[in-house]
């Protein structure tokens, strides 16, 4: 079924593509959080969250690197860029960063260039 609030309301396929199209930078998570299977808050591979990946400023610039997660941890899903990949995300926000944590965090990342390094996952 489709869900509606009013005739001039866009109608959805589902309640979670209803939560992400309209509250998708909704930090207390009170719509997900209402679904009957609501998702988990931590990061999910492969195709889950937030649907684009974005840089992690809550951490220092050395030890951070990029999440899909949600809730986002910021309020608007506009106030940071937006990368349709991982490794993109990694590039362009953390291209010069030497700690290699944001790289050694993506799931194919190269073992010999990692070890020691404590990856941001």
Same mark, same amino acid.
């Given at each position: @079924? !489709?869900?509606?609030?009013?005739c001039?309301?866009?109608?959805?396929?589902?309640?979670?593509s +209803? +939560?992400?199209?309209?509250?998708? @930078?909704?930090?207390? @998570?009170?719509? %997900?959080?209402?679904?009957?299977?609501?998702?988990? *808050?931590?990061?999910?591979?492969?195709?889950?969250? =937030? @649907? &684009?990946?974005? *840089?992690?400023?809550? $951490?220092?610039?050395?030890?951070?690197?990029?999440? /899909? =997660?949600?809730?986002?941890?910021?309020?608007?899903?506009?106030?940071?860029?937006?990368?349709?990949? !991982?490794? *993109?995300? +990694?590039?362009?926000?953390?291209?010069?960063?030497?700690?290699?944590?944001?790289? +050694?965090? %993506?799931?194919?990342?190269?073992? *010999?260039?990692? %070890?020691? $390094? /404590? =990856? &941001?996952?």
């Open positions: @079924g !489709h869900y509606t609030i009013d001039n309301s866009p109608s959805y396929a589902s309640d979670l +209803c +939560c992400k199209s309209a509250y998708p @930078g909704q930090t207390s @998570g009170y719509c %997900l959080s209402q679904l009957d299977n609501p998702p988990t *808050a931590s990061p999910i591979s492969e195709g889950e969250g =937030a @649907g &684009f990946w974005y *840089a992690v400023y809550e $951490v220092s610039w050395d030890q951070s690197g990029c999440s /899909n =997660a949600l809730p986002l941890p910021y309020g608007n899903v506009n106030d940071r860029p937006r990368y349709e990949t !991982h490794e *993109a995300c +990694c590039g362009a926000a953390y291209g010069g960063q030497t700690s290699l944590t944001c790289f +050694c965090g %993506l799931p194919d990342a190269p073992e *010999a260039g990692c %070890l020691g $390094v /404590n =990856a &941001f996952v």
